[in-house]
């Protein structure tokens, strides 16, 4: 499946125009807007081999508010050296690399920009290796982040930068982490990942465990902004808490594999910005790591050494149902898209699902779940004891 560069490219390649034209608006809804990519990141993605696409979901114009024009950016990339490199030639290539993206994603207007899960390291939570791997680890303030809050700083953009994070206070334990770096190049705060995968070559139960700072939404100069890191999209309930806490862009910074999630990928991020009127940005790592050593999982498969296709596609949905096209599943990419923030309350003015959620419903069944004598609520077919 990696030959295929993008289920877009096969679309355009087999369908007519007027069947495209009508294919594209079911699979992606009305509402995007292709905008013109300006010349000079158009060249930087020519002469430094990634994809860009630009678009624009507009929102109604209203009466009282004046449009909140943002325009997102949604960074994916692949390893710049082969996985068992050493560490600080991949992380200088890592840095040397994004300084790149991001620089093109500014150049397209972007105001908010997210990268993918663990920008900085090959994903190597698959071998359960401990070293060299765990040096990769830095702290909140490590070179990675001074890096990207220098650049926040230059171009007046708000930076989600997820990290493997050495937490240096507390033992010197690990944590998969989300940095929010505001515009001024100030650290706003952190979020760490909430649920923590226990499927196939997702070994990350060996690095770090659950986060226990809730679901944080930071306020910044371009919106309120949620992170809902990788393996928390398999989650309602944590989409959800996002949406209750007033976020109104949700960032879905990943690292997953086609042979595992790709039929999920474009439904969950695109459901939760419905479900909780929100704008959601997947972004999802791409190409294929190879590591020294073999290794094994807990399912069944033979010694091997690469985790799989990371397969891209990374795109932006909005409240009201539609989603952008997906980048690339094979390269580097840059998808900016303009938004205006005005129409998450336009969404749930129209399909009341706040208002109609019977949350205290909800938890009130939740609390009696996690008590220890919990009763599933069955009723049986008298029928079925005879």
């Not at 770096?181 to 990942?193: E, F, L, P, Q, T």
């Not at 060996?206 to 990788?230: A, L, S």
């Not at 791409?286 to 999982?297: I, K, L, M, Y």
């Amino acid at each position: 499946m990696e030959k295929f560069d993008s289920v877009e490219k096969v679309l355009e390649t087999h369908l007519p125009a007027e069947e495209l034209e009508f294919v594209k608006s079911v699979v992606y809804g009305q509402g995007p807007v292709a905008l013109e990519i300006p010349q000079d990141a158009s060249k930087m993605a020519e002469e430094h081999d990634f994809e860009i696409k630009s678009f624009k979901i507009p929102a109604k114009p209203e009466q009282v508010r004046a449009p909140r024009l943002v325009r997102i950016a949604a960074i994916q990339n692949k390893l710049v050296l082969p996985a068992g490199a050493p560490i600080p030639e991949q992380v200088q290539a890592m840095q040397d690399r994004m300084k790149i993206l991001v620089e093109a994603a500014v150049k397209a207007g972007a105001n908010v920009i997210g990268l993918q899960e663990c920008w900085h390291v090959p994903f190597f939570m698959c071998t359960r290796e401990k070293d060299p791997w765990c040096q990769y680890a830095e702290p909140p303030t490590g070179p990675s982040t001074r890096m990207l809050q220098e650049l926040a700083r230059q171009h007046n953009v708000v930076i989600i930068a997820p990290i493997l994070r050495r937490d240096e206070a507390h033992g010197d334990t690990v944590h998969n982490t989300a940095m929010v770096i505001s515009n001024n190049g100030a650290i706003i705060g952190m979020h760490d990942k909430n649920h923590i995968p226990r499927v196939g070559d997702f070994n990350e139960a060996n690095y770090y465990v659950e986060g226990m700072d809730g679901h944080p939404v930071f306020e910044t100069v371009f919106g309120k902004i949620g992170i809902n890191i990788c393996y928390g999209r398999h989650h309602p309930l944590n989409w959800m808490a996002f949406g209750l806490n007033g976020a109104e862009i949700v960032f879905n910074p990943s690292a997953t594999v086609g042979a595992l999630s790709e039929p999920l990928w474009p439904l969950e991020a695109r459901t939760a910005a419905i479900a909780n009127g929100y704008f959601s940005v997947a972004i999802n790592r791409v190409g294929t790591e190879t590591f020294p050593n073999a290794f094994t999982s807990g399912n069944g498969l033979p010694q091997h050494n690469d985790f799989g296709h990371f397969y891209g596609a990374s795109y932006i949905a909005a409240p009201s149902g539609c989603r952008t096209e997906g980048l690339t599943r094979l390269r580097d990419g840059v998808l900016v898209t303009e938004v205006d923030l005005n129409m998450c309350r336009q969404v749930k003015d129209v399909w009341c699902f706040q208002m109609t959620g019977r949350h205290e419903v909800y938890a009130d069944f939740l609390a009696k779940y996690t008590r220890a004598d919990f009763q599933p609520q069955i009723i049986r077919d008298p029928a079925l004891n005879e």
